[in-house]
């Protein structure tokens, strides 16, 4: 045979290579994760990171490890990955081959530590070089399987073995850890994904249609990682965005499930009664003061949407839980929370406001996890605006990626009404935009705004608002400020007049006015199918505690302990500007999602500042008397409450 003609281009030669690539990618992944094998005519197939109910990653760790300590030693690991530790990271004093001490354990595969002379001593697994499977028990082969990740270094050879037991139940442990030899561990889990699926129960091989299915697969994989490849290399694309017709894959559960429910309701005839929009409440109470609005189904994937919550829970509506894990970051580890919110600095003698975590009543909250957050703002900005409450909102969600982020490849600092925390490696930022009405207002000024006649200029947000353009993601607050008595100030004409027409109105027709202002501005400047815009409601405060069965003239000072009673709505919290919101919203079109915090933040009297602040002003003999005089119970201790906020910004911005 003779070879000749023109040897192909580059082009021509990548493409050539891909499916070899793709088919190389795919075997050496789903290999290291996958067990699969033929006994007594049936075909047992273990896929640990097949997503499965109520585990959309199957083995892995939402929390981004596993954790069990036993007989002195602690044993971080993960299964299928690596670990992150979005909370709770090791401490080491030998850490070299895995991250070093700052980062010890971080994409390494398990971390081990003893107790050497009272101080932490870690031996790594580091990139496990290796990972088998075999059966617990050969004889029952439902019984689960035991993966070994093995290390076969220049010093230790290490491995670590782990059962994992078939448990349709859901997770137990891991909570045994046993040393097999000088550096191999053993331990056991129950888990979903330990359980085998019968894939095949005869027949001699796959048949014309699992022929087919695995050509299809296939040349979907070509296309998939071609078209990634070309986006990331040609176009320049980062991120999640490289994969290609992303808005199309990302819509089609949604379209199918809307083609299936046409279908049947063609079949059923006309539904009496049936709304084309879907009921929005913000609930004070369990039976009554509900406001509600319309919001139009929307078709679409939403911008930055990776999932969606489970349909019938309301994720505003829950409990508090104690979790020992919290906080998800630690006080002294975040050097860019303000003084007046760092109560453990400033002398609190308690931590338990920082144990406690929302759990939804019909679903759970997905783990904030930092690392999509990082990439998700790759090349973007973030912002935040309103007035201390969002700017502590802000901060908390920098203390929540700081711990991710390199040393001297972060920056914060402060531009006229802007605080921006800048992500070098990322070309992103984080910011926070001083407007406490979102209106122009002589109460503007980022530091010198204390003025007792505060006053608003009627239709002004583009005072403002031109400096928000070009924001991807952007998070509206507006209500303490307002809250001055029933009526309030609104300017008619400019600032600039020399004789200004200030007319008196209700508060409640001010802020409509605000509300109004600012959905029009949405409208006008924010594209929905690139920009996700949140408003969150207001923030309580806990100025009278006989309203929760304490004592007249006190306020949250020294309050440790949650109020437990479900419908409690302090009179702080004008029920009247909730139906504002919930009447202005529901005519409207504009796409807002609102971050409903305030009936379960109603509860925490627990998490203020109080009088564990810096005090911007010399306190007086009598202040110090008495300290329910100045405790403040409108802001709030970080790392604390406001992280809550934003787990739950996080959950609609990816999974709404």
Not at 169 to 193: F, K, M, R
Request: proline share 5%; aromatic share 12%.
């Amino acid at each position: 045979m003779t070879i000749g003609g023109n040897f192909p281009n580059r082009p021509q030669l990548i493409l050539l290579l891909l499916p070899l690539i793709f088919a190389t990618i795919v075997s050496s992944v789903y290999a290291t994760c996958q067990l699969s094998f033929e006994q007594n005519n049936k075909l047992y197939n273990y896929s640990l990171t097949n997503p499965i109910r109520n585990f959309p990653h199957g083995i892995l760790s939402e929390d981004g490890f596993y954790k069990v300590a036993a007989n002195g030693t602690v044993l971080w690991f993960q299964l299928c990955d690596a670990m992150i530790f979005n909370h709770d990271p090791p401490t080491c004093i030998e850490c070299g081959d895995c991250g070093g001490i700052s980062r010890c354990g971080m994409g390494c595969s398990a971390l081990v530590a003893n107790t050497v002379g009272g101080y932490p001593v870690c031996t790594t697994l580091g990139y496990s070089s290796s990972t088998s499977f075999e059966l617990i028990d050969k004889k029952d082969p439902l019984k689960g399987i035991t993966a070994k990740l093995s290390n076969r270094g220049p010093k230790l050879n290490c491995s670590l073995a782990v059962s994992i037991v078939c448990d349709t139940n859901g997770v137990q442990g891991p909570q045994t850890l046993e040393l097999v030899g000088t550096c191999d561990y053993a331990t056991q889990i129950h888990h979903p994904s330990g359980c085998a699926v019968i894939i095949s129960s005869h027949g001699d091989g796959m048949g014309w249609f699992g022929t087919m299915l695995i050509i299809i697969l296939f040349f979907f994989g070509v296309y998939f990682l071609g078209g990634a490849v070309y986006r990331y290399y040609s176009l320049g694309i980062r991120g999640i965005d490289i994969i290609p017709n992303l808005e199309f894959w990302a819509s089609l559960p949604h379209t199918l499930q809307s083609s299936f429910t046409s279908l049947v309701r063609r079949f059923r005839g006309p539904s009496h009664g049936h709304r084309s929009t879907e009921e929005f409440s913000c609930i004070y109470s369990q039976q009554q003061n509900s406001i509600s609005r319309n919001i139009k189904k929307n078709k679409q994937k939403l911008p930055f949407a990776i999932g969606e919550t489970k349909e019938g829970c309301d994720v505003f509506n829950g409990r508090w839980v104690w979790d020992e894990k919290r906080p998800l970051y630690e006080e002294s580890a975040c050097p860019y929370i303000q003084p007046q919110l760092t109560c453990q600095e400033h002398g609190r003698p308690d931590k338990d406001y920082q144990h406690w975590r929302w759990q939804p009543h019909d679903c759970s909250l997905p783990s904030f996890n930092a690392t999509l957050m990082l990439e998700t703002l790759r090349g973007k900005k973030m912002l935040f605006v309103g007035d201390s409450l969002n700017r502590g909102q802000f901060v908390s969600m920098v203390c929540l990626v700081h711990r991710l982020i390199p040393e001297n490849a972060e920056s914060m600092e402060t531009v006229g009404n802007f605080d921006i925390f800048t992500i070098k490696d990322y070309n992103a930022t984080i910011e926070f935009y001083w407007a406490p009405f979102l209106l122009e207002s002589n109460s503007d000024h980022p530091e010198k705004h204390r003025i007792q006649e505060r006053v608003v200029r009627k239709g002004s947000i583009n005072a403002h608002g031109k400096y928000w353009k070009g924001a991807d993601i952007i998070v509206l607050n507006t209500y303490l400020w307002w809250m001055r008595g029933p009526n309030f100030n609104i300017l008619q004409g400019s600032f600039d007049d020399e004789v200004k027409d200030i007319v008196e109105v209700s508060t409640e027709k001010a802020y409509r006015m605000a509300m109004k202002s600012m959905l029009r501005w949405i409208k006008k400047n924010m594209d929905p199918k690139k920009t996700r815009v949140f408003f969150t409601s207001m923030s309580p405060s806990h100025e009278k505690s006989v309203e929760w069965g304490g004592e007249p003239n006190k306020n949250c000072y020294n309050e440790t302990k949650m109020i437990e009673d479900s419908n409690y709505w302090g009179s702080e919290s004008r029920k009247s500007i909730m139906q504002v919101i919930g009447k202005t919203f529901s005519e409207s079109k504009v796409p807002i999602s609102f971050l409903n915090i305030t009936q379960l933040s109603s509860y925490r009297k627990d998490a203020h500042t109080m009088i564990y602040k810096k005090q911007w002003t010399k306190l007086t003999p009598q202040q110090l008397a008495n300290p329910f005089s100045y405790a403040d119970c409108v802001h709030w201790c970080l790392p604390g409450l406001q992280d809550t906020w934003n787990e739950l910004l996080f959950t609609k911005l990816f999974y709404p």
